[in-house]
């Protein structure tokens, strides 16, 4: 753990380094990503322009689920970007460069991959949640701030615990295409209240694929659905065993390789 926190130390240094090196582009790429957050919230409301509410969830309520979506989503993608994984590391053969160092390979492919400037993502999150929350005058006791943390982290491990999986599945497969894409789309419905949906997807957000806890059901708990807070106490469950369950597959993915050949 000791290596592995100096080598994110030198690591997130590089990239601030590579990174400013070009600040127009740079800047561009956080407005961007901005403006992408700001369609999605309007999005939301346009909807809420014909319907006044949504299974007796209100605009604003959904709103403050969005928004605490977008938090651990954030959290996640700063240190897990599985994105071109596939490409890079099995079809390029990078994972063979990888397999020769003598540090944890799961970390490094993380490492190499580390996005600081995701930590926007945090803040346009808390944003969005604080207009709800003022719009909803909702409060808050002390400890719901230590609660929120928890539940962000635990969010974080199940989105790490799927994509890890997922990306471990390229291990098993020389396909250029993988299934991220698909899993990316799913993952959205996990911010919007899980019974405006049929059984057979409540089902799959909750216990296959369970985007639900990381929107829905956590922020649930701070909007007071009492319906819903076994669900949001459930969080960190969740996360600790999907985590557990993408390193086994990892695991059982890195002795299944066999390297990219000549």
């Not at 890890?164 to 899993?183: L, Y």
Request: hydrophobic letters at 50%.
């Amino acid at each position: 753990m000791k290596d592995i926190f100096r080598l994110f130390t030198e690591y997130l240094g590089q990239y601030f380094k590579s990174r400013l090196a070009y600040r127009a582009n740079f800047l561009s790429e956080l407005v961007s990503n901005l403006v992408f957050e700001v369609i999605n919230l309007v999005f939301i409301l346009v909807v809420f322009q014909h319907v006044s509410t949504m299974k007796d969830w209100t605009r604003d309520e959904i709103i403050f689920i969005y928004g605490f979506f977008l938090v651990p989503y954030a959290v996640f993608s700063m240190f897990f970007s599985f994105w071109d994984f596939n490409e890079k590391y099995i079809i390029r053969g990078e994972m063979d460069r990888i397999l020769t160092r003598p540090i944890n390979n799961l970390a490094q492919v993380c490492l190499e991959s580390i996005a600081p400037d995701r930590i926007f993502g945090v803040i346009t999150g808390l944003i969005i949640m604080g207009y709800a929350a003022f719009q909803l005058k909702l409060t808050f006791a002390w400890y719901d701030v230590l609660l929120f943390i928890l539940l962000v982290i635990s969010s974080s491990l199940i989105y790490a615990g799927v994509y890890t999986g997922i990306a471990a599945v390229s291990f098993f497969s020389d396909s250029r295409t993988g299934i991220a894409p698909m899993i990316w789309n799913i993952q959205n419905y996990g911010r919007y209240p899980v019974d405006v949906y049929n059984k057979v997807i409540r089902i799959l957000l909750t216990w296959i694929l369970p985007f639900a806890f990381v929107g829905v059901y956590p922020a649930a708990y701070f909007l007071r659905k009492e319906v819903y807070y076994g669900y949001a106490m459930l969080t960190p469950v969740m996360g600790i065993v999907f985590f557990c369950i993408g390193l086994l597959v990892w695991k059982l993915g890195v002795r299944k390789y066999s390297g990219a050949g000549s």
